[in-house]
């Protein structure tokens, strides 16, 4: 088998995985994680530090960005260098709008969900030693924040299927 087509079978193969993995912990943080998280008061709070501390974040970013990196790389291959009459054909618009989809999906997950997560740990970190008086506002903010999470979660889910139902069709419209 010839080198180059080595690379493009073992990317295709990296970018399915990691989309998978990616969709995969989206949809169990979203409907499962976040809706348990939100009812148990300060134990889901315990859980959502655990969970970042030991890097949930950067790891859903990594695997997020990974996704992207592969996918270009295919669809340059795919559309013979970003060929323009190849990427507006079909099959290129269906690509495009899935890479699209997961492109905002990495955005929203980035700077709302992983910001969100970074500030409920920080809030939780001070709440111990702050005054009294200012940690019922501590909390109404760590609400606030858990309730954005899950409502740009349901978004980024949405968006994420988007670009697996373009993806899976894309050769076949
Ligand atoms: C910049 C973002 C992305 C680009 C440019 C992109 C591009 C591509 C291309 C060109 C292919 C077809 C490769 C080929 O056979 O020639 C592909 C396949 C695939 N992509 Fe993406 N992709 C991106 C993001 C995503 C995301 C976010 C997901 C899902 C979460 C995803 C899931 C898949 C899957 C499952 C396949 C295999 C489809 C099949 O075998 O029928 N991709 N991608």
Redesign the pocket.
């Known amino acids: 088998m010839k080198a180059e087509v080595l690379l ?1 079978l073992s990317m ?1 193969v990296l ?2 995985v990691l ?2 993995i ?2 995969g912990a989206v949809f169990f943080n979203t409907l499962f994680l976040a809706p348990v998280v939100m009812q148990t008061g300060p134990a889901g709070g315990q859980v959502m530090t655990a969970l970042v501390r030991k890097g949930m974040v950067a790891f859903m970013a990594s695997v ?1 960005g990974m ?2 990196v ?3 790389y ?2 340059w ?2 559309t013979g260098g970003f060929d323009p009459a190849v990427s507006a054909s079909r099959a290129g618009m269906a ?2 709008i ?2 699209l ?3 905002i ?2 955005i929203l997950g980035g700077s709302v969900m992983g910001r969100s997560a970074k500030r409920i740990v920080a809030l939780g970190e001070q709440m111990s030693s702050a005054p009294e008086a200012q940690q019922s506002g501590m909390v109404n903010e760590m609400s606030a924040l858990k309730g954005r999470m899950t409502s740009t979660g349901k978004i980024v889910l949405g968006l ?1 299927f988007i ?2 139902a373009t ?5 076949y419209v």
């Open positions: 493009f295709r970018h399915v989309a998978a990616w969709f997020g996704t992207i592969t996918g270009v295919l669809f291959r795919f690509y495009s899935g890479a989809a997961g492109l999906a990495l994420l670009a697996l993806m899976a069709l894309g050769h």
